[in-house]
């Protein structure tokens, strides 16, 4: 069947604003059914076989259903990596890519480094292709995360050691010790969700994204004291946080006896990271 690009993008309109919807018929046409970008400029038709036009129908359902499209293509690009997602993981954000190219500067090469609540996995991943003589370790609570974790560092030929873990509740082991741990933990409150999009709210794991109000540092605080027991000293901690508690997490943290702690913004100038040393 001739499918023409005008015929996506209408379909698309009904549920997206129009820059979106072009921008979602782009990736739909180029990247998920193989048009060439020229071809699609042109408005030139697609001879869908019979499959492909079923795969676009699928594709359509579930975009105008509000699944965000990295979770539609089962992709997201993370550092120049291609990594596989699903609605177990949360797609990896520019914000955490920040973070990585700043501890790609910062880390000595050979460190021992823990990441804490994985997800997908593109924290970790990256860091033990970057740095290849680094011991990376990764946690999560997910056995759907980390089985997604552990593709990619298959498919990306990384040497990630995951392990299944309850941050909150688990007890370290006598020696067990990194030179570095970094976290991007659920850090969303309750009341912000109210702010949020549906492609978020209905797709992505709420066990990844929010904490209560009442605790909203409950996982820095818990990473902090396993960090006094398990960094080396001079080890650091690099955390993503809410850009509402940087102060919070700056002071809870030198009180639990971390010195340099240090709050960095993001590229749109929110406080977003603190780093800090035990
Ligand atoms: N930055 C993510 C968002 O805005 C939240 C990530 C997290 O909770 N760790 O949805």
Redesign the pocket.
Known sequence: MNVTVSHIRSALQECYPPREAANLSRIVCCEMLGQSHIDYYLGKDMILSPKDEKELESILFRLCNFEPIQYVQGTARFLGRTFRVAPGV?IP?P?TEELVERMLEEVAPASRILDIGTGSGCIAVTLSKELPEAEVTAWDISEEALAIAGDNNHLLQASVLFVQRDVLTYQPVEGECFDVIVS?????TETEKRDMEPN?LNWEPSR??FVPDSDPLRFYRRIGELGRSMLTAGGRLYF?INRAFGEAVASMLRKQGYTNVRIRKDISGNDRYVIAER
């Open positions: 949360l954000r914000e991007n933990p659920p850090y969303v978020v990844a994204l993503e």
